[in-house]
T-cell receptor, first 115, second 111 residues
């Protein structure tokens, strides 16, 4: 069984400040981990993913995330927030080597960027 | 870049009516999914489909729901008798076997 916990339903940062969105997962098998972004009235866009290999993964729009097995975490960061980063962010997990395993999503974190 | 498409983008229906939501997955993908997102809540898995049959479904996916791949390109979700609580954004996704790619969603409103 798998689950995802996203700490903080709403995070607010100033433009240019560090963005840190927290994600912890639970998985009985080695996980695939994902971050998706949802802009208002739009679908889910893949930001980045971790499967195997390097634990620091880089995604689009300057975001990156680090897989820490010992902490069962996959926090999303961006060094400098931009106004266009305001959106809802979802962390998700599925089972490694389980091509058909559906994703389990966290409840999402709404990121606000203040000018 | 290939993308998943969904139609319609919005649908309003009366309680008890049947609705069909349509999706065109990415052409070389083999795994297909439907998820839903009730307003303000998290994205929830409904059903997965592989090799022309349901491979997994959640407890949400009861007898009112059905899925079909009527031809080589479309993937549909049918809700036979809609309820108020079916109002949500419905996302289609496909994968093979990397990360799922999601469509833009269909916003369903049941009155």
């Amino acid at each position: 069984a798998q689950s995802v916990t996203q700490l903080g339903s709403h995070v607010s940062v100033s433009e240019g400040a560090l963005v840190l969105l927290r994600c912890n997962y639970s998985s009985s098998v080695p996980p695939y981990l994902f971050w998706y972004v949802q802009y208002p009235n739009q679908g889910l866009q893949l930001l980045l993913k971790y499967t195997t290999g390097a634990t620091l993964v880089k995604g689009i729009n300057g975001f990156e995330a680090e897989f820490k097995k010992s902490e069962t975490s996959f926090h999303l960061t961006k060094p400098s927030a931009h106004m266009s980063d305001a959106a809802e962010y979802f962390c998700a997990v599925s089972g490694l080597n389980s091509g058909n395993t559906p994703l389990v999503f966290g409840k999402g974190t709404r990121l606000s960027v203040i000018a | 870049e290939p993308e998943v498409t969904q139609t319609p983008s919005h649908q309003v229906t009366q309680m008890g009516q049947e609705v069909i939501l349509r999706c065109v997955p990415i052409s070389n993908h083999l795994y297909f999914y439907w998820y839903r997102q009730i307003l303000g809540q998290k994205v929830e898995f409904l059903v997965s489909f592989y090799n022309n049959e349901i491979s997994e479904k959640s407890e949400i996916f009861d007898d009112q729901f059905s899925v079909e791949r009527p031809d080589g390109s479309n993937f549909t979700l049918k809700i036979r008798s809609t309820k108020l609580e079916d109002s949500a954004m419905y996302f289609c996704a496909s994968r093979d076997p990397g990360p799922p790619y999601f469509g833009p969603g269909t916003r369903l409103l049941v009155l």
